[in-house]
């Protein structure tokens, strides 16, 4: 794991990227992009630079002031990284992983690939199963191989993909004693009389933390 950099200019960064992106300019951005890969920690590089780029280049799409390729380009170049980053971490990881989805209709793909590489960067074996899928695959993927949680992104209004109902079929469906973990931006307007047992959501990256801290603690002795 990189140590952090105090010279890097974060902000510098995120402001360059999102420049370069309109301007069409791949490599300017794909540079700066690899200097934060290179510079920053993976929790930093998630909550500071590729969180904040992808939402302001989400928003910008959402109000037309970003091309739909632009929008394509930028989030593919981050999700490469961010893949290439995962699959790094996971070679040093061990012990049962941590399953990452996000359910039918969910579309919005990066936080969930985000968190699994802070999971993986902290040791603990992260698989993303990817967007958008039923949540039998989930199950199914569950039966074959143990895993320590499922965590979940809703980024969605629950209502719009009737999330709620996706998520009592999903407890159904993997094994009690496995936690479903649920995180992202429209995880709060689940009310907890929404959630399944043994299903918590987490509310922001420290909490995520606390629980990969107590998942490693219950792996490795004192
Ligand atoms: C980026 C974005 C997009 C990108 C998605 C790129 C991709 N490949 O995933 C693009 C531009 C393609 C897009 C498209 C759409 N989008 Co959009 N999008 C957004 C945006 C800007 C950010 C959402 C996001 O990706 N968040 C994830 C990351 C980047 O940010 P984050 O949530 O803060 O993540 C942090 C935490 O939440 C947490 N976290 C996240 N997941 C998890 C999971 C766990 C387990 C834990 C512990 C923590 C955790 O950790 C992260 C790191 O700090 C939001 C608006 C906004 N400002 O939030 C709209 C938004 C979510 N989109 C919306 C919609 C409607 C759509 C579309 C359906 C629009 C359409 N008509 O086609 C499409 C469908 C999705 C698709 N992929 O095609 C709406 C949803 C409205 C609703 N009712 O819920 C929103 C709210 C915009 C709006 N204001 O209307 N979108």
Redesign the pocket.
Known sequence: MPAPTASFDIQQCVTGILAAAVDYRLADYNGLLAGAFEALDPATL??DVC?PV??EA??R??RGELAIVQ?HLL?AAIKRRLGQLLETANLRASGPAIAFATLSGE??????L??AVIAASRGIPAIDLGPDLPVAEVGRFCRHVPVAAV???L???PD?IDAARQLIELRRLVPADVPL??????AALLGPGQLPANTFH?RD?AD?DARLTDLASRRSPA
């Open positions: 998630v909550r969180g992808l939402r989400g928003n799409w959402h929008e989030s579309r919005h793909e990066m936080g969930s985000m968190l965590a979940i992104s980024v969605t209004n719009v973990w649920l995180g992202g931006q429209a987490v990256l995520f």
